[in-house]
């Protein structure tokens, strides 16, 4: 399983970050997360992850995927299958 | 510091003068909680009476609340504030964006600029280091082009921004600052304080600090309940996911009030709101964007005649679309777009070429005022016209870019009668002939107008007597063109307000516009978990309180502000709505009198002047705010 990224709906809010840093520290540091979005000025965007990623072991599920507002945050099994989002409805209005 | 939670427990003071700085503990200013609540607090501490807002002895004061940079939704904004120079008083906006984060992950809670540099320069701080960058090769940029050349050169894509224009550099009077390209610090020429202290940008990275919570488990409960039960089912969130503001309330059919023409009209006929819907400004849209910690997504990305700017909402359509009756979605975000890139404030833009467009068409002024230009409502191209003559003060844009008060003077001949003054700023608000809370909320409030203090937005909403007694303990607000019950709810608002931008969270999604949004209690709940203190709802309407006492007696200090001043403008009592479900509706000076009454006894001031009293201070524990106006020789019954 693997953390996966749908660019077309990430709106750069950041909660992964701050969630992540949470899981790993108990305390909100987005430097110290193991994601990282950055949007520039024209909505073009850069995600990535770093091998400190542990799929957030003993929560329900990976914490940047339960608070993705957008389900633009996915875990994905090897076959590329989606198995969780927070959000399997989206509104269209996430992305454009 | 023994702030552990919530804070990063530090507030940096920078002299620009001489280039140094030092360090405060924030526990030392912690009655305040901080954001806006600190930040007041240090400026009335730090400015004495007599400095203008555009004197190096002003401060530029940026702070963070605790819940900043922690998964409370939306809690990411940046209070900005200092003396304001329109009206001398009170200056404070408030942006999104991502720079109130990583200013508490460079370990600031606040940080405090004064003073001026001898040349123009932009800021880093990037954790315990403070860079004073050259930045002669940047000025004469827009906030846009400065933003990027910060992070060029600064090799760092995610570092944040807060930038001024050409506005701001040629200090007009209602310049605003940038946040990260597209979040604007309204109301007050915080562009132009920041122009007069040289500074081009101030940009900050935060790699060190974690924002600590006291009791992580409790909170994370919390807030996935929050989440869960109130936030995701918030009507008011569902509706700015779908496109902010702009989505929300301009919505044809509905016959509401609108700015329109100056503010001469509150109507707005449905064939013009038809082509400013949300779907006509999504043809522009790039892509949806948040600020920083924020599920809601309500901004976005745009792009107009080749520029790519953000984040266009309804004050924005009210500026530029009714305000000056352009019915374009395209001229309307160009316009918006042309004061984003050149910092300034667009509902002071507005009313500034407002009321030049009505004084042209009213025969007040003429070419010979306006450089050659011919003035029309209805007219894009004249708007963008006069949008660049301010932003450059050229010709005539010269005497807009002094704010409606200043430039009413110059011109004479009668033209502060079209003008709608209230503390030397303009009013650019719908409704407020006939929404009397939303009225007496932005009359009174202690920036100069502006619907962010004490203008209840739930009163919009009709609520039933049962809900409006549960919620505020007042019998009955249902109908919005009445008078009575009004002052309670607006003195609910104005502390309510306080609390909120304590803590850094968005008005949006706040009991400001959702009556389930962030109740008092939840506040002090996770606020609660957070820092592992004890606060109470009641105990935080307090604090908000005294935010409001403070900010009064900073407006009286320095402007000797009062009664006289929260006076309606003629306009507003003279001339009814036309048209429309209110029809008809204006305000009576005799029943505002009452109402104004009535709020100044809920506040515990003095009736005859407006002026908060020492005994009302001392309650308050603001005794260095009354030892102050006594030593300014500012005393009761004068």
């Known amino acids: 399983m693997k953390i996966s990224f749908d660019k077309n709906r990430c709106t750069a809010c950041g909660l992964c970050e701050l969630a992540c840093s949470f899981h790993h520290f108990k305390s909100f540091l987005p430097d110290k997360a193991s994601i990282s979005v950055c949007m520039d000025r024209k909505g073009r965007l850069e995600i990535t992850t770093l091998p400190t990623c542990d799929l957030c072991k003993n929560e329900e599920m990976p914490m940047c995927v339960e608070f993705c507002p957008t389900g633009a945050v996915k875990l994905i099994n090897k076959s590329g299958e989606g198995l969780k989002t927070l959000r399997n409805q989206l509104d269209k209005w996430a992305v454009k | 510091m023994s702030l552990k939670h919530g804070w990063a427990g530090k507030i940096l003071f920078v002299n620009l003068s001489d280039r140094s700085t030092r360090i405060e503990p924030t526990e030392k200013y912690i009655p305040f909680i901080g954001g806006r609540g600190i930040n007041q607090w240090l400026l009335f501490e730090l ?54 984060v990583e200013m508490k992950n460079a370990g600031y809670d606040h940080i405090v600029f004064t003073g001026k540099t001898d040349r123009p320069t932009y800021i880093f701080i990037q954790d315990d280091t403070i860079h004073f960058r050259d930045a002669s090769g940047i000025w004469g940029l827009g906030t846009w082009d400065t933003d990027e050349q910060i992070k060029s050169e600064e090799k760092d894509r995610r570092l944040s921004t807060l930038t001024i224009g050409v506005a701001g550099e040629n200090l007009v009077k209602f310049a605003s600052i940038i946040g990260d390209r597209g979040r604007a610090v309204g109301y ?71 700015g329109v023409r100056n503010m001469n009209e509150e109507f707005w006929s449905n064939d013009a709101i038809n082509n400013v819907t949300r779907d006509k400004f999504d043809e522009f849209l790039v892509r949806r964007h948040s600020c920083f910690g924020c599920p809601v997504y309500c901004s976005g990305i745009y792009e107009i005649k080749g520029m790519v700017c953000e984040g266009i909402q309804a004050n924005s359509l009210r500026a530029f679309g009714s305000n000056v009756d352009i019915t374009s979605a395209e001229d309307v975000l160009y316009a918006h777009a042309l004061c984003n890139n050149y910092g300034l404030d667009t509902d002071q833009t507005s009313a500034a070429v407002a009321w030049a467009i009505d004084c042209f068409e009213k025969g007040i002024i003429d070419k010979g005022d306006t450089d050659g230009l011919e003035l029309k409502f209805g007219d894009g191209n004249c708007v963008t016209k006069l949008i660049k003559k301010i932003a450059s003060r050229d010709g005539f844009g010269n005497v807009l870019a002094m704010g409606v008060h200043e430039a009413s ?3 004479g001949r009668g033209s502060r009668e079209l003008a709608l003054l209230v503390k030397k700023n303009s009013a650019m608000e719908a409704a407020m002939r006939s929404h009397k809370a939303w009225a007496l909320g932005i ?193 009761e019954n004068p």
Request: aromatic share 6%.
């Open chain 2, 409 to 411: 003077e110059i011109v």
């Open chain 2, 47 to 100: 400015i004495e009476k007599g400095v203008h807002g555009l004197d190096p002895e002003n401060a530029l004061i940026l702070g963070a609340g605790p819940m900043v940079g922690t998964l409370v939704p939306s809690a990411g904004r940046l209070s900005v504030d200092y003396l304001n120079v329109i009206t001398g008083g009170v200056g404070s906006g408030n942006c999104g964006g991502r720079f109130a």
């Open chain 2, 443 to 635: 009359i009174t409030s202690t920036k100069g107008t502006g619907h962010l203090r004490g203008a209840p937005g739930l009163e919009f909403q009709k609520l039933p007597p049962e809900t409006s007694k549960k919620l505020f303990n007042i019998k009955d607000i249902s109908d919005p063109t009445s008078y009575e019950n009004k002052a309670a709810l607006v003195v609910w608002q104005e502390k309510y307000k306080g609390i909120v931008d304590m803590m850094g969270i968005c008005a949006l999604t706040s009991m400001w516009m959702d009556q389930t949004l962030f109740t008092p209690e939840d506040i002090a709940g996770l606020l609660n978990d957070i820092t592992g203190k004890q606060y109470s709802a009641e105990g935080l309407l307090e604090a908000g309180e005294a935010l409001q006492n403070l900010e009064r007696s900073l407006n009286l200090l320095h402007q000797g502000f009062g009664r006289s001043d929260d006076i309606p403008p003629r306009k507003l009592m003279e001339i009814p709505v036309g048209k429309g479900i209110y029809e008809g509706e204006r305000l009576h000076l005799d029943r505002w009198n009452q109402m104004l009454d009535e709020y100044y006894e809920l506040h515990g001031w003095d009736k005859t002047t407006g002026w908060p009293t020492r005994q009302r201070l001392l309650a308050l524990g603001l005794d260095s705010v009354a030892e102050k106006l006594a030593k300014n020789n500012i005393v």
């Open chain 2, 188 to 258: 007050g020429g915080s562009g132009a304080v920041m122009g007069s202290k040289n500074i081009k940008g101030i940009a900050v990275r935060g790699k060190n600090t974690f924002i600590k919570v006291a009791r992580p488990s409790e909170f994370m409960n919390r807030l996935r309940a929050f989440n869960k039960e109130i936030f995701n089912k918030s009507g008011a969130v569902k509706i700015h996911r779908k496109g902010g503001t702009l989505g929300a309330y301009v919505l044809p059919g509905q016959n509401r009030p609108h």
